[in-house]
């Protein structure tokens, strides 16, 4: 949502001045009226929220002595409990007891939001305490799958437990009430029972008034019993305790739930319902652990009475499980009865419930059993009108003395997911069995399956009986309200699933107080977190159904029923009903306001928070939802943010916060959710806060420094723009930031409307000139500041609000950055600091100011004068712009002429223009990048004013890029070029500023751009007449782009100067055919005789080559090919080479330009050379190696080798790999080609040479044929064929390991492909030694050659004569390899394999022959069939 003090979405209401003051901005000034320069409000219900994390808890003082021992109870006081207990469930390790909430004051800071994790309008979760190091590390080391953990806590005395089978770690979570503050370790009953394995039951028990100690009672599954009074005061430590044994009847049973009933007093149950009654001491008060079976009995359990009741069999033992089939559930403590002493113990079994009475004083009574299952699932079918499958999970009893029971629902969702339900029980008498008088099923769903037993079943939770109520699962609380308090509220908090709930702490003590409390708390523990607090403001949901008005009628949507018992209370409506309030819009909002600010910046909050949505495309619910969100916190107006007096760090936290809006909308897969439209207005927001970041950053410094008035700047323009909307307060900056960062844009445009005449005023002396220009330079720093800082911002989050260039076309949305007002203001400062330059310049640097005076910029007001103006020069790699300098100074040589004498641009006026200078290209850079936008959103709109705003900026670009040559700054401007793809200025700066380099330049570009900067390299070279370099293009793809650029010039102007001088260029590229026509056409447009003459003959004489391409071919011809084949091979192998080293190096673009005698790649040459040879070769033959280097370098600086080099080259190599990847941008002739030099280079070798021979000495030609062979046998290991041969081998692995040898590769391509002549052409192994010719091969051919001096600059050493030794050490090396390779048989194998070639050869020549004789009989047997057709045919028509 657009802000009313934010930049308007239009241009008709933003920078329209025709009704306007100087000052201008009256939409912008008239919304500003609305704000009020007041702090806003803080939601009164956050006091208490803050004050309960960090209050002290008010402890006795330990600098007394310590008290007796308080296990004596107060007689006739039966309110005034002796223990105080917190029960832990064996099912999930749950444990309950009163909540003390922590208080705290009013005067709360910031801080106190670290130990909030979530916090809505009505519930609250907060992080009170982590765990010690012992218990994290013994979570750590325990896998829950295998290992049961039972884990709970006691709020009262702020002690908590983790046990294991073997163990229970105890600890204080309060250190401000723990004296010992250590980890106590227990010993559990009955740890070496391994048929049990299974977690212990435990109950924290308090001691007294004691707080910092605290007793446990712990009961394995077998019964077995431990008590320790004192943990952490104990005096024989936590070795002493109290055991009992149970004694359970039924020796498969097992111990599963532990339950307070009263002060002192326990009852264990089991999995088959048999009900254990466990007292802590005796009837004087004293520690005595004792137990006994709950039994039917009416009598007395003491004395005569129970004596006589046992004889008679008035004592029954009966578990609560009705049948095998049957188990426990949970149990639930109720009120206290007309009996002293005595409480109601309610036990829930899969099918049944019963209540029992116990008392400390008395015998236990039983007052009834009765099938709950079947009374829910007629109740469920009367309140949703069909029968429906239920089930129970656990029950609690209320404040007034109902009963509540969580029950599951089968067959109301799809797919076959239970819903969950509260069922609420009522009798008239204690002994009756009560009616199901109300059932309220939840909208919450599992999502994971629901069990009876074990951690996956869920709890109930009412703390001090309601009304406030909890569902406890394994990673998820749901906060309810008990329907009878005439209100209906349900939320959900998730966890995450590494933060399971082990365990929890709630009110079952009894009796309840007296009055109700406006809070309902759950403490739970989580598994990495700690120990976390739930709360539910009760008061606050009454209260506002109350002023709402709620009709509190029956409706049956409310979930209620009726049955025949007392009149059930409506269960009123639920919160947030109203329109309003249970929107989707509101229920979003408050999803990611909690996110936002409790889930970002906070790595270990336990919870989960997710958010979903059911639309169908966009969601404009959550949009709306998202904008409420971020505009919040843009205008500073949430109840979530805390004002600091630190305005950098609120500000900070205020960017963090929009930014965490899309990113919590993002990770929960919504982003699709939300149009491009809401994201743009979502970035801008965080764009907004971004800048104004940056521009108090840029307050403060300058605060710092203690300038002058001028450094003022943005403080004073602040005041006055507020001012002017109507706003006057005493600290306007501090008030702008923190409620109006939404009109940053305004404020910008605002400076530079007011800016010229506030620098008029200063001109009139030489002391307001000096401020003059010092106000430019801070208005400068203010715009490059705030939209540096927005733009960063946006680029760096362009993924995450997917609003980069290729969602452009997604939809048309004016961001506050492309306002025409903003466009305005770039453009002036840009010219207003270059004109700055100038008249600082002129006054203090003549080096800067010539450079200036003699540049004429694009766009310039008089460029008529012809010193100024562009000149044409023929050769454009020497051309140079003449009214730019000759060579841009850089920024260190610069700075070192200027002599800085302070680098304070208050002190120094160099200092102002280095600065001034600096600004410049940031400035550009924000100016092209609004263009930009600016352009794109017009296009998108189909508007008008796209091509106008084109032009302007195709006139403003160059203008401003050229601009920084004369300041010295032309690196920025080849930057600026090349992001913003100036082609035709980056073109005009390589010429103008890098002329010795214009070559690397040209080449980089052209890998860079491709196509489209070459034809802005041939305008420009067109343009200046620059023909000799417009035709001398060096590299194979500029012949292609070129010829197409000539033809489409010549379309369009057949007789212009491209067209007269195109055929130049196709000679080159052998299309004679069309260079002969272009010639023709010059001759006919030619002038002069002798012009046009000259024309036409040389068009005949392109006719005569064009005609000789599809002659006859002779013998000249026949040569021409030999020479041209001899090129393509060492064109094949330089293209081989080249992709070799490409496919090995990661800047494949600097060996793709070549030149003759081009020095430049040495390293590319070297990297050749090595990888086309194996470390063998170059150690043991290490002069021909670098011979090869020599070969390698011609090849790639594309020399023509001679005959004898190609050889070498092609021979001497060992190890020259496949090129199919490496061959990949390649067309398919070229890389097969280049594949068939590589498999067949011995053969082709001999083939070039047995073409050549005409032209060579018989010296050079058998050499050369001996130096191929020669390598050609040494290619194989004879001496491991030899190997492979020996013994009995027959005929085919013989044949076959010779087949597989590189000389029967060779003879076979000779004698079958390539048909060279035998014997003339191939030479027996005992005959191609190279002793005999090592004086021709080193000392008149290769000494010679690299005892000469090297050319200039080649940068490559020759080899001197004393490298003769070496080169006849190598040769000789070849020889011994030979030698050895003979005396293991290679004479021998040489001769068979030419056997077996000729063979093959001459029997594929025979089949061919007899193939082609077949041919000719069938058409012979044809043509005769034909000829009797015809004559029987004539016959016939006679």
């Excluded at 709360?108 to 765990?131: E, S």
């Excluded at 326990?266 to 709950?294: M, P, R, W």
């Excluded at 190890?1215 to 890389?1231: E, F, Q």
């Excluded at 081998?1289 to 597989?1300: I, N, T």
Aim: hydrophobic fraction near 40%; include cysteine.
């Amino acid at each position: 949502m657009q802000n009313a003090a934010t930049l308007p979405a239009n241009s008709a209401e933003f920078g329209q001045q025709q009704d306007q003051d100087d000052t201008g901005y009256s939409a912008a000034q008239s919304s500003l009226h609305k704000k009020q320069a007041v702090e806003p409000k803080r939601p009164v219900w956050l006091a208490p929220f803050v004050q309960r994390v960090h209050e002290p808890r008010v402890t006795e003082d330990i600098s007394e002595p310590e008290k007796p021992s308080t296990l004596q109870q107060k007689k006739d006081s039966e309110d005034v409990p002796i223990f105080g207990a917190s029960a832990a469930s064996g099912r999930m390790g749950l444990a309950a007891e009163n909540m003390k909430p922590v208080r705290g004051t009013e005067a709360d800071t910031l801080q106190t939001t670290d130990h909030i994790l979530l916090r809505g309008d009505k519930h609250a979760v907060f992080d009170v305490a982590a765990f010690p190091d012992a218990v994290r590390r013994q979570l750590g080391s325990i896998d829950p799958e295998s290992v049961p953990i039972a884990a709970g806590l006691s709020s009262e005395s702020s002690f908590a437990f983790v046990a294991t089978p073997t163990t229970c770690l105890v600890w204080s979570y309060d250190n401000a009430s723990s004296v010992m503050g250590g980890v106590y370790r227990l010993a559990m009953p009955d740890p070496d029972d391994a048929t049990d394995f299974a977690a212990p039951l435990v109950a924290l028990v308090s001691v007294g008034e004691i707080q910092s100690d605290v007793g446990v009672l712990a009961c394995s599954a077998t019964g077995q019993l431990r008590f320790w009074d004192r943990v952490a005061f104990g005096l024989g430590g936590t070795d002493r305790f109290h055991s009992r044994d149970l004694d359970l009847p039924d020796a498969s049973d097992r111990c599963v739930q532990i339950s307070e009933s009263f002060a002192g007093l326990f009852v264990v149950a089991t999995a088959k319902g048999y009900l254990f009654q466990v007292s802590l001491q005796d009837a004087q008060g004293n520690i005595e652990l004792t137990a006994h079976c709950l039994s039917r009995s009416a009598g007395a359990r003491t004395g005569m009475l129970s004596r006589m009741s046992s004889l008679l069999g008035g004592s029954q033992i009966v578990a609560a499980a009705a049948d095998s089939s049957d188990a426990l559930v949970s149990m639930a403590g109720g009120g206290r009865t007309e009996i002293r002493h005595s409480r109601e113990l309610y036990v829930l079994t899969r099918q049944r419930l019963a209540k029992w009475v116990v008392s400390r004083a008395h015998p236990e009574r039983f007052m009834y059993s009765m099938d709950i299952v079947t009374a829910l699932a007629q109740a469920a079918a009367q309140r949703l009108g069909m029968d429906v499958d239920v089930g129970v999970y656990d029950i609690a009893t209320t404040r007034s003395g109902d009963v509540c029971v969580l029950a599951g629902l089968q067959g109301l969702q799809s797919g076959g997911r239970e819903q969950l339900a509260v069922c609420i029980l009522r009798s008239s008498r204690v002994s009756t069995e009560p009616d199901v008088v109300g059932l309220w099923s939840l909208r919450y769903a599992p999502d994971a399956e629901l069990s009876q037993s074990g951690p996956s079943c869920p709890r109930l939770v009412l703390p001090e009986g309601g009304p406030g109520m909890f569902v406890v699962l394994r990673t998820a609380v749901i906060g309810l309200m008990v329907p009878t308090a005439g209100a209906l509220f349900e939320e959900v908090i998730s966890f995450r699933a590494e933060d399971s709930i082990l365990g929890i702490s709630t009110a079952l003590r009894f009796p309840y107080v007296q009055h109700e409390s406006s809070e309902s708390n759950l403490v739970l523990m989580c598994a990495g977190t700690g120990v976390l607090q739930v709360c539910i403001e009760v008061g606050k949901i009454i209260s506002a159904v109350t002023s709402a008005g709620v009709d509190t009628g029956a409706d049956a949507d409310d979930g209620e029923i009726r049955t025949n018992s007392a009149a059930w209370p409506s269960l009123g409506t639920r919160i947030g009903k109203a329109p309003r309030a249970s929107s989707p819009e509101r229920e979003y909002q408050t999803q990611i306001e909690q996110a936002v600010f409790f889930r970002f910046g906070n790595d270990h909050n336990p919870l989960l928070f997710t958010i979903k949505s059911q639309a169908t495309g966009v969601d404009p619910a959550l949009e709306t939802a998202a904008l409420r969100v971020s505009q919040s916190i843009l205008d500073n107006t949430s109840h979530f943010i805390v004002d600091r007096l630190d305005l950098g760090s609120h500000l900070n936290e205020r960017l963090r916060r929009t930014r965490a809006v899309m990113q919590f909308i993002a990770d929960s897969g919504l982003a699709s959710k939300i149009s491009r439209e809401t994201r743009v207005q979502l970035c801008a927001h965080s764009e907004k806060l971004a800048a104004a970041v940056a521009l108090w950053t840029y307050q403060n410094d300058v605060w710092a420094a203690k300038r002058g008035a001028a450094a003022q700047l943005l403080d004073n323009l602040v005041a006055s723009f507020l001012e002017s909307a109507g706003l006057q307060t005493r600290d306007s900056l501090r008030m702008f930031f923190r409620q109006h960062v939404a009109a940053i844009g305004d404020v910008l445009v605002f400076m530079q409307r007011n800016l010229a005449a506030l620098r008029r005023a200063l001109d009139d002396s030489e002391s307001g000139r000096r401020d003059s220009q010092l106000v430019s330079y801070e208005a400068n720093r203010v715009v490059v500041g705030a939209l540096q800082a927005a733009f960063v911002y946006r680029f760096q989050n362009a993924t995450l609000y997917d609003i980069d260039g290729s969602s452009e076309s997604n939809g048309a949305f004016e961001r506050w950055t492309e306002h025409p007002a903003i466009v305005d203001l770039l453009v002036q400062r840009l010219e207003g600091s270059y004109r700055l330059c100038r008249e600082i310049s002129g006054q203090h640097c003549a080096s800067v100011y010539e450079r200036i005076v003699a540049t004429t910029l694009p766009s310039d007001e008089d460029p008529s004068d012809a010193s100024r103006s562009l000149a044409i020069f023929d050769d454009a790699v020497s051309i140079s712009h003449p009214s730019l300098p000759d060579a841009a100074e850089s920024d260190s040589s610069e700075e070192a002429r200027m002599r800085l004498i302070s680098d304070d641009p208050y002190v120094s006026s160099l200092a102002l223009l280095r600065e001034t200078i600096d600004q410049v290209g940031p400035l550009a850079n924000l100016c092209f990048r609004v263009f930009v936008d600016r352009i794109t959103y017009l296009q998108a709109t189909g508007s008008s004013e796209a091509h106008v705003l084109v032009y302007r900026y195709d006139a403003v670009r160059p203008r401003y890029l050229l601009c920084l040559v004369p300041l010295a700054r032309a690196s920025v401007a080849f930057r600026l070029a090349e992001e913003y793809h100036d082609l035709a200025s980056l073109v005009t700066l390589v010429f103008t500023t890098e002329r010795s380099n214009a070559a690397i330049y040209l080449r980089k570009y052209v890998e860079r751009f491709g196509r489209d900067f070459a034809d802005t390299l041939f305008a420009y070279y067109e343009k200046r007449q620059a023909w000799a370099s417009l035709l001398n293009a060096q590299d194979s793809s500029f012949d292609v782009w070129l010829k197409e650029y000539v033809e489409k010039r010549t379309e369009r102007d057949p007789h212009g100067l491209v067209a007269q001088i195109g055929w130049i260029h196709d000679v080159k590229m052998n299309d004679f055919s069309a260079a002969a026509t272009k010639l023709a056409r010059a001759g006919r447009d030619s002038a002069e005789v002798d012009q046009a003459r000259t024309m036409l003959s040389l068009s005949k004489l392109a006719f005569v080559a064009a005609e000789c391409q599809d002659g006859a071919r002779n013998e000249v011809h026949a040569r021409l090919e030999d020479a041209l084949e001899m090129c393509e091979v060492q064109e094949n192998l330089s293209q081989y080479l080249m992709a070799i080293v490409r496919s090995n190096r990661s800047h494949a673009a600097e060996i793709s330009w070549r030149r003759r005698d081009d020095v430049s790649d040495k390293k590319a040459v070297l990297d050749a050379a090595m990888l086309t040879t194996t470390p063998e070769i170059r150690h043991e033959r290490p002069a021909l190696y670098i011979v090869y280097n020599e070969l390698v370098r011609c090849i790639w600086n594309g020399r023509m080798l001679s005959v004898e080099d190609l050889v070498d080259a092609l021979t001497f190599p060992d190890n020259m790999p496949a090129t199919d990847s490496a061959l990949a941008s390649c067309s398919s002739d070229d890389a097969e080609q280049c594949n068939a030099l590589i498999r067949e280079r011995y053969s082709l070798a001999i083939d070039i040479l047995s073409r050549a021979s005409i032209s060579l000495s018989e010296q050079t030609r058998e050499a050369a044929l001996k130096t191929i062979w020669r390598r050609v046998f040494l290619k194989d290991d004879w001496s491991g064929i030899r190997k492979r041969l020996g013994g009995n081998v027959p005929d085919s692995e013989l044949r076959a390991e010779l087949a597989r040898t590189h000389l029967h590769t060779v003879l076979e391509s000779c004698l079958a492909t390539r048909e060279l002549s035998h014997p003339d052409w191939y030479l027996l192994p005992a005959d191609v030694f190279a002793a005999a010719d090592l004086d021709y091969l080193v000392s008149a051919r290769l000494a010679p050659r690299f005892a000469s001096e090297p050319d200039a600059g080649s940068g490559w050493q020759p080899l001197t004569f004393t490298t003769v030794p070496a080169l006849n050490k190598d040769y000789g090396e070849e020889d011994s390899r030979l030698r050895a390779a003979i005396k293991c048989g290679l004479d021998s194998y040489y001769a068979e394999i030419l056997r077996t070639v000729t063979d093959q050869v001459n029997q594929c020549r025979l089949s061919a022959d007899a193939d082609a004789s077949d041919m000719d009989a069938a058409s012979s047997a044809s043509t005769e069939a034909l000829d009797v057709e015809d004559e029987d045919v004539r016959m016939e028509s006679d």
